[in-house]
């Protein structure tokens, strides 16, 4: 599926939702329907120095709370930019969800330089999100920021 229809889908299943959380929860389940590869998808939203978990669809996580400092979700918020994890089990920064997760994608949803929150997706399949997964996502961030910021 192309990037424009994925996000005519997002823009259709979220219209007449007005509220953040209907918005979030648009784009969750329309990313894990549409894209077979993306097993675990979820909205963090930042709240003081924690990210906290929204919207998802998948098993549930034990982590609904991340600080900053920690995680692959906390370390992208802090570097506010896209990571990309092919192998997670190699990565000492990784927090497990689920043990048949093999690579992540965490992408900061900005507003300005203000980290509102962030799409963090996980795959069953190792090496699972390139260049295309990153330019979708960022896509999808930068339309999904205004309406957190409230400012649509
Ligand atoms: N793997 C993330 C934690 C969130 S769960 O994947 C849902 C991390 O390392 O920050």
């Known amino acids: 599926m192309t990037h424009d229809l994925v996000l005519d889908d997002i823009a259709r299943t979220a ?12 784009v969750v389940s329309t990313l894990k329907e549409r894209i077979p590869d993306y097993t675990w998808v979820g909205i963090y939203l930042m709240e003081g120095d924690e990210l906290v ?24 918020a802090t570097e506010k930019q896209t990571i990309i994890v092919d192998d997670v089990n190699a990565d000492p920064r990784y927090l497990a969800c689920s043990i ?52 649509p």
């Open 100 to 151: 048949e997760t093999k690579s992540e994608i965490v992408v900061p949803i900005m507003d300005g330089n203000r980290v509102l929150g962030e799409i963090d997706i996980d795959s069953d399949r190792p090496a699972a999100f390139g260049d295309d997964d990153r330019a979708l996502l960022e896509r999808v961030a930068a339309w999904i920021a205004p309406r957190l910021a409230g400012k």
């Open 53 to 76: 978990l929204g919207p998802y669809r998948g098993k549930p996580s034990p982590h609904t709370r991340i600080p900053l400092g920690r995680g692959i979700c906390g370390a992208a």
């Open 15 to 26: 219209k007449g939702r007005s509220d953040a959380t209907g918005v979030m929860d648009a």
